[in-house]
């Protein structure tokens, strides 16, 4: 795989020790059970897979070469360039600016850009509307695009669907900025329809299977489908893409659920003609860090530690998964480990910081799984992992 140039400040002693090792033992990266790192009273067991991931290095590199080619020029991202508050307030420290927040809200005006800017495209892509607003602008929206090229092969596979008569149900958050640029390029080649999670799904499927009525469907899937859509005809034929930072499991429920419905509306001999194959839309590093986090599960831990944006759709599933079966502690960075007794971290139910007291268990030796999201740096777990060996003896 293709090696990224990206500051050495992201790049950690600890961490990439052990990703090199085990990548050298088990070079597919089959093996995912954790890594133990062991300080005698404290020791970590390590995700096999997580940081940062093809699309994040392939972003920053080419957020840097941005910032290197043009000094003297504005430098503007769309909106955040992926969902880490480290990198993102690097980067403004470099003067790069942020037209919109992360729900699409301008924080500049439009009509403030000019020719002469430099205008980069986040890691989750953009809206065909807006790179039309940046054509008419004169500003070049390919020349810094840091599209993940897994969000690319997701617009391709709804384009192939739309063009082939497929409906194209996307899995995903629909305030999201990868989602609304999927919906954006799908809506072009064929009717869509944003879906959250497999309590969505099975509204749709009962839709489909006429046990809700075909009218209910414009009022539960209100602002999530496209213009025009026809709920009679369009559920004819459908594909599943995904946001790919979704929990992959989840997409593959949901996928196997409307595989089922379409099984009991035409049959198995039929029903292929109506259910779209579209697996291979599933990004590997949203896989593989899932993977390693059910693997990490199985561990006998005292509590877990995920590093990571708080605003990161694929760090939170991984801790809505680890919460599941350990005390786990969501935090953005070291700053949040207060002292040995206390650590300020998220709450994904409340979505506030709280502080929780007496976290580390009192007992000789602590045991502690420890990951974080695809777009956290390698370097901010390493200085998570000091900071909580420097409270022990």
Not at 297 to 304: E, G, H, P, Q, Y
Request: net charge negative; aromatic share 10%; hydrophobic share 35%.
């Amino acid at each position: 795989m293709r090696t990224f140039q990206i500051p050495d400040k992201y790049r950690s002693s600890i961490i990439s020790k052990i990703k090199n090792q085990r990548k050298e033992e088990d070079p597919k990266g089959k093996d995912c059970s954790p890594s133990i790192l062991d300080f005698g009273k404290v020791r970590f067991h390590i995700a096999r897979h997580f940081g940062f991931c093809f699309g994040v290095e392939n972003a920053i590199e080419i957020a840097y070469k941005a910032i290197n080619e043009n000094s003297g020029k504005r430098i503007f991202l769309l909106s955040e360039m992926i969902h880490n508050p480290t990198v993102n307030t690097e980067l403004s420290l470099l003067g790069v600016q942020f037209i919109q927040d992360t729900k699409g809200n301008n924080l500049i005006d439009w009509n403030e850009l000019t020719y002469n800017d430099i205008v980069i495209i986040p890691a989750f892509g953009t809206t065909l509307e807006i790179e039309k607003k940046l054509n008419a602008l004169a500003i070049d929206p390919y020349k810094y695009n840091t599209t993940c090229p897994f969000v690319e092969k997701v617009w391709n596979k709804s384009e192939e669907l739309g063009k082939n008569g497929f409906t194209i149900i996307i899995h995903g958050k629909a305030k999201h900025e990868e989602t609304r640029a999927t919906f954006s390029h799908t809506a072009p080649n064929g009717p869509a329809v944003i879906i959250r999670d497999i309590e969505e799904a099975k509204l749709l499927s009962k839709i489909i299977l006429g046990e809700i009525p075909i009218s209910e469907f414009y009022r539960l899937f209100e602002g999530k489908y496209t213009q025009d859509f026809n709920a009679e005809t369009d559920f004819n034929k459908i594909g599943v893409v995904n946001q790919t930072t979704m929990l992959a499991s989840e997409t593959e429920e949901i996928s196997t659920l409307l595989k089922n419905s379409f099984m009991q509306k035409y049959g198995e001999a039929s029903f292929s003609e109506h259910f779209a194959n579209t697996r291979d839309t599933l990004c590997y590093a949203t896989n593989n860090n899932q993977n390693a986090t059910l693997q990490l599960m199985n561990t006998k831990v005292d509590l877990a530690i995920v590093v990571g944006g708080y605003n990161s759709s694929n760090t939170s599933h991984i801790v809505e998964l680890l919460e599941e079966k350990f005390k786990t502690y969501f935090i953005s960075d070291e700053t949040k480990l207060i002292s040995k007794e206390s650590i300020s971290h998220f709450d994904l139910s409340k979505k506030e910081d709280v502080v929780t007291n007496n976290f580390l268990p009192n007992k000789e030796i602590v045991d502690i799984a420890i990951t974080s999201g695809a777009s956290c740096p390698d370097a901010t777990v390493d200085k998570v992992i000091k900071a909580i060996v420097a409270f022990f003896e």
